[in-house]
């Protein structure tokens, strides 16, 4: 049987519902204060419609995470250099970092309401296992790299949104600092050595 392609209606609810969540969660101080009842009246849709297209809050989140990040991890899948897969190990974790580095610091609401969630482990979430798996399986790569499986979990531990706030909105680093910082760092985990 064919696929069923969304009614036309439908497309526009879940575009005008995701934009009105992106929207609520860059405007608020905390995203725990985003209800889907703010979010429905925003899109001009009932409840019932945000429950039945997502489940819960965490669903819609997901979702507008998700697709968000599409375009970076289309680039990292099937894109050219730096991102792209067939990038030298060394060229592209650097490239990785920065990129979801850039992501974290341009969509922070959205991440930090990831985060915030409380849904089990974020280290279970489908989006950390691919990114973790992307780093692991780039950095086994290098030659005689050793611990890729834990080194690919320290990485992305540089890069979790609520350090990322903490850096930018309360250490007051800037956007250039933190990539430099997070350059040099990396630098040190491949090489073993600062410079």
Request: charged share 25%; hydrophobic share 45%; glycine share 8%.
């Amino acid at each position: 049987m064919p696929e069923r392609k969304p009614r036309v209606d439908a497309a526009r609810n879940r575009e005008a519902v995701l934009a009105a969540a992106d929207a609520l969660f860059a405007e608020c101080d905390s995203p725990d204060a985003v209800t889907m009842a703010d979010i429905a009246a925003a899109a001009g849709v009932g409840k019932a419609t945000l429950f039945r297209g997502y489940g819960d809050r965490t669903g819609l989140i997901q979702a507008l995470y998700a697709a968000r990040l599409e375009p970076l991890r289309q680039a990292v899948t099937d894109g050219p250099p730096p991102l792209g897969p067939d990038t030298p190990p060394t060229s592209r974790i650097p490239a990785l970092l920065d990129a979801l580095l850039c992501f974290k610091l341009d969509h922070r609401h959205l991440s930090l309401a990831l985060e915030g969630t409380g849904s089990d482990s974020p280290y279970q979430a489908t989006h950390y296992e691919w990114w973790h798996g992307t780093f692991r399986d780039t950095l086994d790569r290098l030659p005689g790299f050793t611990g890729g499986d834990f080194a690919a979990h320290a990485l992305l531990a540089a890069v979790r949104a609520d350090l990322v706030a903490h850096l930018a909105d309360r250490r007051n680093m800037t956007r250039e600092a933190l990539r430099a910082e997070l350059a040099a760092y990396t630098k040190k985990v491949l090489t073993g050595r600062a410079s």
